[in-house]
């Protein structure tokens, strides 16, 4: 059974940090492509981060660069996301994505999806 776990949120003060893990099951994770997405209330999934774990590729939302950093621990079947200088507007609920093999933002292109985990920066 294909399972992406996260895990990591929670409730931060602006200026803080956190980080989000990602355990993947049940499939190959070397061969897969993993994105981070967030979804805030009334708005639509966005693109924060990906990577992929065929040539290491990374790419980040504009929103994010300088801040984030997405990494990958292939001995244990895990992607994080380090976040830093977290703001208000970083609140959202943070999902893990598996697919393909080419780092997308695109959230059609990823076969599997984990639950969310909620962050939420508020003073």
């Known amino acids: 059974e294909v399972q992406l776990v996260e895990s990591g949120g929670g409730l931060v003060h602006p200026g803080g940090s956190l980080r989000l893990s990602c355990a993947a099951s049940?499939?190959?994770?070397?061969?897969?492509?993993f994105g981070w997405f967030r979804q805030a209330p009334g708005k639509e999934r966005e693109g924060v981060s990906c990577?992929?774990?065929?040539?290491?590729?990374?790419r980040y939302a504009d929103s994010v660069k300088g801040r984030f950093t997405i990494s990958s621990d292939n001995a244990k079947n895990t992607v994080y996301l380090q976040m830093n200088n977290l703001k208000p507007e970083d609140t959202a609920v943070y999902f893990c994505?598996?697919?393909?093999?080419?780092?997308?933002?695109?959230?059609?292109?990823?076969?599997?999806w984990g639950q969310g985990t909620q962050v939420t920066v508020s003073s």
């Open positions: 049940g499939f190959a994770f070397d061969g897969y492509a």
């Open positions: 994505a598996a697919g393909g093999t080419i780092a997308t933002m695109w959230p059609s292109l990823y076969d599997y």
């Open positions: 990577i992929s774990r065929l040539d290491g590729t990374t």
